[in-house]
Structures are given as C-alpha cells and as structure tokens.
C-alpha cells in the first residue's frame, strides 16, 4: 500500500479528527462523518465528491477502507468527527425582495444567510421585489440583479397575476420551478390577487405541464374584518390580529381550489399552511388524484407549514410584539400540537421558511397595521431540530423535511436534497448536541429581526459546503459567492 493510502487508513481507523487535511494533488474529496444520514439511514461512513462536485458515492466506514485500498488517485479528506453530514437544506419559500426594496433585503444578504443555516439552495419568491416575476421582462430584470450576487444556488418561482396568463408558458421555459398566486390581497400593490374567472384561465395555460401552481390559501370571508380595522377593539393585542384571519379563510380557499384538482392535471401546492384542518381536504383532493391514475409526486396535491407555526403558539405572543406578525397568522397551541401530529405521520409535504424581511419601520406595534412577515432563513436547521429532537425525532425527519421533500417540489430531486450518486455536493455538517443563542450580533440576513431574539436553539450548523466548495465554517461565510442561478440563461436570453 502507497504511504499516503497508509496514512489515511490509519485516520479511517481511529478516532483522529483531521478537519481540512490535504492529501498532496488533491482530485476529489471524501466527506467523513460518524453519523452521515440518507434517506435510509444514519450509520457512520462518508461521501465521495468528484471533481466537478458531484456526488461519486455514499459509503460506511468498512467499504471506505476497501474503496482507499483500491484508489489510484489522491484524495482531500474532511473529517467531521461526530458532526452530522447531511445533504443541504432547500428552502422553497423565499421572499429576497431585490430589484425594488432591497432595503428590506437582498440576494448578497439572504443567500449568505442561507449558506450560514446550511441551506444550499433558497427558491426566490414573485414577490416582494419591484417589479415582480409575473413577465418574461421582469424575470430578466430579477436575474439580472441576482448574478453574480448568490453565496448558494438560486431558482425562482414566477407569479400569476390577472391577465398574465400568456406569460407563463415562456416563463417556464425560461426556468421558473412554478407559478406563485394569492386568493386575497397580497398587501402589496403590485402584486394583485387573481379570482375564479382568473383560475379558470391559469389552470387551462398549465393544464398537463410539470410546473407547480402555489396558492397562498386564504379566501376573504364576511366573518374576517379587513387589515387594519379594528372599531373599538385593541389593534396591539394579538388576539385581535389572529380574530381578523379566522382558520376558515384558510378552509374557504383550500375548498376552492379542490374543486380544479379533479378538472385540471396541475401540481396544486399550498403553501404555509397555518390551520391544521386543511390538511384532510389536500388529502382528499390527493386521493382522487391518484385513484385517476396520477403519478405525479404525492398525487400532485401538496402542502408545506413553516418553522413558526411549529415552533410558536398565539398564547405566548406579546402585546404590541409585530415580529410574530404574519399571514395566515400563528394560532393555538393545540392547532400547532395537531401539526406536529401530521408531521409525525408524513402527511405534510415539506417545511419551509417563508423568510419575509422588511425595515424597522414598518414593525409597528400595531398589530393590524404592520407588515406581516417572519425571517428565518437563518436559522430553519435548528428552529426544526430544537422542537423535533424535543418530540424523538430523528435527523433523517429534519433531511426529509427541510431537503428532500422542497427539493421534489421545485423539480430538484435528482439533482438537490439528498445524499446520492450523481447529485450535487450540497452538503452540511451539523452538530445535533450543540446549542447556542440567536442574538442580532450572528443574524446575517440584513434587517436583524426575529421573534426567535434571545430564544436558545438546539443543533448547530458547523460547515457548509456548496458542490463540494466550503461556503461557511467557523460562524462566517466565506467570501466569493459560489452559487448558481437555476435557470435557462440561454433560454431566457432569447424570448
């Protein structure tokens, strides 16, 4: 056996933890942990990327070994010792908000964000960038303020507007992983809601394509009063907010659109579900679906939930607090123990951030007038953890929900959210025993706000790496963004 070989052989075989060790002509890299988890498992082994920061291979311990004794080339080895390695989060719900009010955030801020909570890949909302992704000439102004500026890989979700309906075709050769829309006002004026003459007409462009339609489920009813009345009630007081968005708004708009699941071959996704008792509609809607013959992922029916709808409940929110502030608004306890019973059981599809940014300024406390939005696209990996570790979960549940399941949504799954041959190097090593404290001085997103202030967090993203390329150690992110644009550039130049 070559020297070299000997060495790493005597490394694989004791508990020496060499982070960073060079193997001299480094080609590939072999990613060393005692507990790498996979979909199937969590054992202690390693992955080897290639040169080009593609995934070559998933190994234990043993078959290391015999891989090294057989290998003709020299190897960079990173060792995370008892560190978990795991793939890369997706975060499939974001709001970067560049071009237009890049004070409330930007690309260069949120994607290192994101690199610094492990996630490799963020999906960039329509909104709440001027102008939005509703036409093919926004969506070259929006990538265009992007280049260059992504610390992780970027794709983009386009918006369904009404009357933009002749857009989405050359939108989704452009590359667009699917088509965002609001059934009530979305709060900002660009931004419009779409109705039922509208739906007809979106779901007839899309009817049999493999892009997904995602709705912000809520429906205006007479039981709700408007944003921002509130006649002889306490607009500071959260109860007041949480009466003026009911659970059946959520139920209304959910009800509406099971009703095109049937009529339309279309992936219907609805996104931060808030109230529990939409999931049993979804599955409904699914399970016809699927007795039709769909083979779509899970029937072509799916919904996410966010980290603060699991993480908080309406009891424990302050008065005058509008950093819990969001839409659908956080409920009950026992609306958020009924969620984690549904995570449990698999019947909700992902987790997502719904990192929505904006200025000091407009987090008033008045509960009913300020803006409605949570970041934590920082801090998804723990905010999970700290309450699925609390419940016995494993960390094969938080790579399921946070990588996997987004990654199968947005059209990534043979190439983003798990630990296989062939898929990118997205990989994070985690500390699921570590915890610390979030605390403006480590929040990097670029408006320091978060009803997680002050809270303690249990996991701890160690290192991140992007195609193989370390892009955060050490609770910095290093400079040089590596990430990518997921997008048809050619494509897009052309239309």
């Given at each position: 056996m070559p020297l070299h070989y000997l060495f790493i052989f005597t490394l694989l075989v004791t508990d020496i933890s060499c982070r960073g060790f060079k193997v001299e002509n480094r080609q590939r890299q072999l990613f060393l942990s005692r507990n790498v988890v996979t979909d199937?498992?969590?054992?202690?082994?390693?992955?080897?990327v290639d040169e080009n920061g593609k995934i070559a291979g998933v190994y234990t311990r043993e078959s290391i070994i015999d891989l090294l004794s057989e290998d003709e080339g020299s190897l960079?080895?990173?060792d995370g010792g008892k560190w978990a390695l795991m793939a890369g989060g997706v975060d499939s719900h974001v709001h970067v908000n560049e071009p237009g009010r890049t004070t409330w955030?930007?690309?260069v801020t949120a994607t290192r964000a994101a690199a610094a909570g492990g996630f490799t890949t963020i999906v960039d909302m329509p909104l709440n960038s001027i102008p939005p992704t509703t036409t093919i000439e926004n969506f070259k102004i929006k990538t265009s303020a992007a280049k260059e500026e992504a610390y992780v890989d970027v794709a983009f979700w386009g918006g369904i507007v009404p009357g933009n309906e002749v857009e989405l075709q050359?939108?989704?050769?452009?590359?667009?992983?699917?088509?965002?829309g609001f059934l009530i006002d979305s709060g900002v004026a660009e931004f419009p809601n779409v109705d039922t003459d509208d739906l007809e007409k979106i779901f007839t462009t899309l009817n049999g394509t493999n892009v997904v339609l995602a709705f912000h489920a809520e429906y205006p009813i007479s039981k709700a009063k408007d944003d921002g009345q509130c006649e002889g009630c306490d607009p500071h007081v959260y109860d007041t907010y949480l009466a003026s968005r009911p659970p059946e708004m959520e139920l209304e708009a959910v009800s509406l659109l099971a009703k095109y699941i049937p009529r339309y071959d279309v992936h219907v996704h609805v996104v931060h579900v808030s109230a529990a008792d939409v999931v049993p509609i979804l599955e409904q809607a699914r399970e016809q679906r699927i007795m039709g013959g769909s083979t779509r992922w899970r029937g072509g029916v799916t919904a996410e939930t966010c980290h603060h709808y699991l993480t908080l409940s309406?009891?424990?929110i302050p008065p005058g607090h509008s950093e819990y502030k969001c839409s659908p608004p956080i409920r009950n306890v026992t609306n958020k123990l009924k969620l984690w019973e549904y995570i449990r059981d698999r019947r909700i599809d992902l987790i997502a951030s719904d990192h929505s940014p904006t200025v000091a300024e407009r987090k008033t406390s008045d509960l009913m007038t300020a803006w409605g939005g949570i970041s934590s696209v920082q801090f998804g990996l723990s905010l999970f953890w700290t309450e699925?570790?609390?419940?016995?979960?494993?960390?094969?549940?938080?790579?399921?929900y946070l990588s996997a399941g987004p990654a199968n949504l947005v059209g990534l799954r043979s190439r983003k959210g798990a630990l296989k041959p062939g898929f990118d190097a997205d990989l994070v090593f985690f500390d699921p025993d570590a915890s610390f404290v979030v605390t403006p001085d480590i929040i990097v997103y670029k408006n320091k706000i978060s009803p997680y202030m002050y809270r303690v967090l249990n996991g701890k993203v160690m290192q991140t790496y992007l195609r193989g390329k370390l892009i955060y150690t050490d609770g910095e992110v290093l400079e040089n963004p590596q990430g990518q644009l997921l997008i048809n550039e050619d494509v897009l130049k052309k239309l």
């Open positions: 199937s498992g969590q054992f202690d082994g390693g992955v080897l960079e080895v990173i955030e930007g690309y050359n939108l989704v050769k452009a590359g667009v992983v699917g088509f965002k309406s009891e424990q699925a570790k609390a419940r016995g979960y494993s960390l094969r549940t938080l790579s399921h």
